[in-house]
């Protein structure tokens, strides 16, 4: 079993592949990877697949999703591939660096009680409007929801495998990073941050909140989840 399973869901990130591998470099091969080519229309997975056997390493493989029906359905499918103890999930964009992810799980496995602890990114180095925007965000959430939230969407996620038994009936979109701290709050987890530094898209489009346009469409199938939680959990 390995030590650690790293999902990264790619939706048409074919130029960030090779630059991505070259930052996974320095894993260890008790750490598995798993890319989940997320219904990409472009060269995403074939590149992937070049660089796997490139690499010729056990413990990288890819999972590759026919249609792309949401980022939360790329997780999910990785969620069900992986062997880990501690599971986590980053990005494809780059915009958070791959290997803040070895360094979290250090600050995460030192907790004495980590097994009952989610670990989150935290985003510095951002612009005012999007810290603004983040600020707002995390207000409307907990103030709907009733628990603390903050930073929902930062990079990386980590937390241990016993968890997923909490994870019942997850949204297969961009909620997805909201339900997994809602559950932990809920069921008395202890949220861990790890700062981490948040550059821009070097290359392809953003497909969350990267955009003005984006940011709205974030705000309206927030609000929407949110309202769905609350009816379902009485709340």
Known sequence: MYILSLIIPCYNENDNIYPIFEKLS????????????NGSTDKTRERICNKISEKNKHNIKCISVSKNIGYGH????????ATGNVIAWTHA???TDPNDVLEAYKKFIAHPKYP??????RR???????????????????????????DVNAQPK???KKF?????NPPLDFSLDLYLLFKAHVNNYRILEYEVNF???????SKGGGTLIGKLKLIKRTFKYIVKLKKELGR
């Open 26 to 37: 320095v894993f260890d091969e008790n750490i598995e990877i798993i890319f989940v080519d």
């Open 74 to 81: 790329g997780i999910i499918t990785g969620i069900k591939n």
């Open 93 to 95: 964009d780059l915009q």
């Open 116 to 121: 009952n602890c989610i670990l989150k990114g």
């Open 124 to 150: 510095v180095g951002r612009n005012f409007f999007d810290s603004l925007f983040t600020a707002g965000m995390s207000f409307l959430s907990t103030f709907l929801l009733r628990v603390p939230l903050s």
């Open 158 to 160: 980590m937390f241990n």
């Open 164 to 168: 997923l038994v909490e994870m019942k």
């Open 199 to 205: 550059g821009k898209r070097l290359y392809g489009e």
